[in-house]
C-alpha cells in the first residue's frame, strides 16, 4: 500500500508558487531521496505532509490528511528537520522522560541503548553539546519510536564528515527493516545515494525525474569518451556533457550498453551527475538564480 | 474523495496501530504542563525569590524589634506585615504570569524548537491549554503555597523573637487567625489574580503566537489605541481602566468590601463567592478568554520557526 499518496499538490505564498501540482506515490519499505536545487519546494513538500502547512490538492499519508490530523499522524511519523530543533534549555533526561511521556511507541531501553554508544551524559543541557551530538540524541530519540515512516529534511546539515557517515550507518543497520519509509532531503547526494531505494528530483515545485535506482542504473549510462571518438559518441545524442581533467564525459539515457562501451569507459552515473544533467542546463538554474521559496 | 482514499489505505494500517494505545490526554497533560515548568523556571524561581527575599527584610525587622512595636502597639492588626508579605507575592505573580504569556507561543517559535514539539502526537490543542494552565492555574497554586510557607515561618520568626526578648507569644497567636488567613488567600487568588484576569492573560498568550518580535508591544499597542480613540473621542479612560483592573484583580467582586484597604486579604471578612461566580463581568471575560485561547490554537496550527 502507498504511505504516502498526492494527487495534485499546490502549495504558493502569496504569488510564489512553492508546489505545483505534484502527483506522488511512495510504498512501504522505501528509502526515497528528495533532491532539488535551493528553493525548490522539497522543505514545503516534506512540511505538507508532515502537517506543518496547509495545502491544496489530495494528500494522504497514512491514510491520513496531515493537516487536520498531525498528532494523530505523528505516532507512526518521525521526523528530524534539521539538526538545531531540538530545545536548546532540555536536557538529555529531560528529552527522554518527555518522549517517553508523550509517545505511545517509543521504547526508552532502546534510546537508552543508542546513547550509551555516545559520550553523552544524561544531565547535559542540549546547549551544551555539540552539533554532532545533538545529532545523534535527536538520532537516538526517532529511532527508538516505531514509526512507519522517517522523514529527515537536511538531517545532516552543518555535520562533518564523520558525524555525516555516521548517521547514515546507524539508520541503516539499526532502523531501517524494509517496513518502515524513509524520505530524506539533502544536498549532500553522494552520501545518500548508496542507501536510496528510489530517488525524485524536484525543481521549482515539480516533480522533475523519479524513478527507482534499478532503474537508474540501467537506464543511465556515464561514459569517458576517447578524444577521438567524440564525434562518433555525439551522434548518439548524449542528453549532456561535461569536461573533466581534459577527458569529455557525456552521460545516454537508454542507450546500448555495447554501442556506448566502444567510445570509452562505461559506468552508472552519480545522482548529483544526472542532477546536473537534467537541471542545470535549463535557463535560470545557474547558481544564485533560483529563488528562494522553500521556507 | 476522501472517503475513496480512507477505503484504500485504512484498513491494513488500522489493525497494526490498534496494538498500541494512544497515550491518554491526561497524561499528555501532564508532561506538556512539566515541560513548560523545564523551560520557564521563573515560574518557580522568581516567587522563591521574592519570598526568601520577603522572609530575609521581615527577620531582619523582627529581630530589629520594629515589628515588636506594632504588635504591641497595635494588637489590633497583627496580620499587618502577612498581609505585606501576600500583596508583594501577589505582585510576583502578576509579573511572572504577563511575561510568561507573552513568551509562550513565541518561545518555541524563535528557538525553532516549535518543529521537534510539532512532530511528537501532541495536539495544539493541549499545547495552547498547557500554557494556558500556567497563569490560570500552576502559578498561582504556586504562590499560594510559597506565601503560605512564607507566612508560617514568619510567624515562626516573630515567635522565636518574642519569646528571646521575654515576651508572651500568646497575643499574637490568638490574634492572628493563621488558617482564616490561608483560605482566603486562596480563595483571593483563584478568583481575583486566576479567573478575574483570564482574559488579560489568554490575549497576551495569543499575541506571544502572532508577531515575529516584539510581543510586548502588539499586546500593548491595540490597548493604548483602544484607550487613546476612547480618551480624545470621549474623554474617559474606560478602557484603560477595564484592562488595568482585570490584570490586578482590582474591580473582582470576590468580596463585600468593608474598608477601602490597599492590601487586599484585609478586607475580606464578607467572602462573597456567590457574587463572584453569578457575576456577568467573569463569565463574559471568561468567554472571552475562551475565544483568544481558541484564536491561539488555530493560530499554532499556521505557525513554524521565525
Redesign the interface.
Known amino acids: ?2 504511505y504516502i ?1 498526492a494527487r495534485g499538490l499546490r502549495k504558493a505564498f502569496g504569488t510564489t508558487v512553492a508546489l505545483d501540482g505534484i502527483n506522488l506515490c511512495v510504498e512501504e519499505g522505501r528509502i526515497l531521496g528528495l533532491i532539488g536545487p535551493n528553493g525548490a519546494g522539497k522543505t514545503t513538500a516534506l ?1 505538507t505532509m ?5 495545502y491544496q490538492g ?1 494528500l ?1 499519508v ?2 491520513r ?1 496531515p ?1 487536520s490530523e ?7 511519523v ?4 534539521d539538526v ?8 538529555v533526561s ?1 528529552a527522554l ?3 517517553a ?5 517509543f521504547d526508552r531501553t532502546k534510546a537508552e541503548g543508542f546513547l550509551a554508544r555516545t559520550t553523552i551524559g544524561r544531565a547535559r543541557r542540549v546547549r551544551e553539546l555539540s552539533k554532532g551530538m545533538v545529532t545523534q540524541l ?1 538520532l537516538a530519540l526517532v529511532m527508538a519510536i ?1 514509526a ?1 515512516l522517517l522523514v529527515l529534511d537536511e538531517p545532516t546539515l552543518g555535520l562533518d564528515i564523520l558525524y555525516r557517515k555516521q548517521f547514515y550507518d546507524s539508520l541503516l543497520n539499526d532502523y531501517f527493516d524494509r517496513k518502515r519509509t524513509i524520505v530524506v532531503t539533502t544536498h549532500q547526494v553522494e552520501e545518500v545515494e548508496h542507501v536510496l531505494t528510489d530517488v525524485m528530483f524536484i525543481d521549482r515545485g515539480r516533480i522533475v525525474f523519479e524513478c527507482s535506482m534499478e532503474e537508474l542504473e540501467a537506464r543511465f549510462l556515464e561514459v569517458t569518451v576517447h578524444p577521438e571518438r567524440t564525434a562518433a559518441a555525439r551522434a548518439l545524442k548524449p542528453m549532456h556533457e561535461r569536461q573533466a581533467l581534459g577527458r569529455t564525459i557525456m552521460l545516454f539515457d537508454r542507450v546500448d550498453r555495447q554501442q556506448v562501451g566502444a567510445f570509452g569507459d562505461v559506468r552508472p552515473p552519480g545522482i548529483a551527475d544526472l542532477f546536473v544533467a537534467m537541471l542545470a542546463d535549463k535557463p535560470g538554474n545557474q547558481a544564485g538564480q533560483t529563488q528562494g521559496a522553500a521556507k | 474523495m476522501n472517503t475513496q482514499a480512507n477505503a484504500i489505505s485504512e484498513s491494513p494500517l488500522e489493525s497494526r496501530a490498534a496494538a498500541t494505545e494512544p497515550v491518554p490526554p491526561g497524561q499528555l497533560m501532564y508532561w506538556s504542563v512539566r515541560r513548560e515548568l523545564w523551560e520557564n523556571r521563573s515560574i518557580y524561581i522568581a516567587p522563591l525569590v521574592v519570598a526568601s527575599v520577603a522572609l530575609f527584610a521581615f527577620s531582619l525587622s523582627s529581630i530589629a524589634g520594629i515589628w515588636e512595636k506594632p504588635l504591641s502597639l497595635n494588637p489590633a492588626q497583627p496580620q499587618a506585615p502577612y498581609d505585606m508579605v501576600a500583596g508583594l507575592m501577589m505582585l510576583t505573580l502578576i509579573v511572572v504570569s504577563v511575561f510568561y504569556s507573552l513568551d509562550a507561543l513565541h518561545g518555541e517559535r524563535r528557538d525553532r524548537s516549535i518543529l521537534f514539539w510539532k512532530s511528537l502526537p501532541v495536539s495544539d490543542v493541549t499545547t495552547v491549554l498547557a500554557k494556558a494552565s500556567i497563569p490560570l492555574l500552576v502559578l498561582p497554586l504556586l504562590v499560594v503555597a510559597i506565601t503560605f510557607a512564607l507566612q508560617w515561618l514568619m510567624l515562626l520568626v516573630s515567635s522565636a523573637v518574642l519569646l528571646v526578648s521575654g515576651q508572651s507569644v500568646v497575643m499574637l497567636w490568638t490574634r492572628l487567625s493563621f488558617l482564616r488567613m490561608s483560605w482566603l488567600l486562596l480563595y483571593h487568588i483563584l478568583t481575583a489574580h486566576a479567573l478575574w484576569p483570564a482574559p488579560v492573560y489568554c490575549w497576551l498568550l495569543l499575541v506571544s503566537g502572532w508577531p515575529r518580535r516584539a510581543t510586548f508591544l502588539w499586546a500593548a499597542l491595540p490597548v493604548i489605541a483602544i484607550g487613546g480613540v476612547e480618551q480624545i473621542a470621549f474623554h474617559t479612560w474606560h478602557f484603560a481602566k477595564l484592562v488595568a483592573s482585570r490584570l490586578v484583580g482590582g474591580d473582582a467582586p470576590t468580596v463585600v468590601a468593608t474598608s477601602p484597604d490597599i492590601f487586599p486579604i484585609n478586607p475580606m471578612t464578607h467572602i462573597a463567592l456567590g457574587t463572584f461566580l453569578s457575576s456577568p463581568g467573569l463569565w463574559i471575560g471568561l468567554a472571552i478568554a475562551a475565544a483568544f485561547l481558541a484564536a491561539a490554537v488555530r493560530l499554532r496550527r499556521y505557525q513554524g520557526p521565525i
Open positions: 500500500m502507498a499518496e512540511n508532515l502537517g506543518l502547512t496547509p489530495e494522504r497514512l491514510g490528511d493537516w498531525r498528532d494523530q499522524l505523528m505516532r507512526d518521525c521526523f528530524i528537520s538545531a530543533v531540538l530545545p536548546r534549555w532540555i536536557r529531560q522522560d518527555y518522549v511521556g508523550v509517545h505511545p511507541r535527536h516505531d512507519k
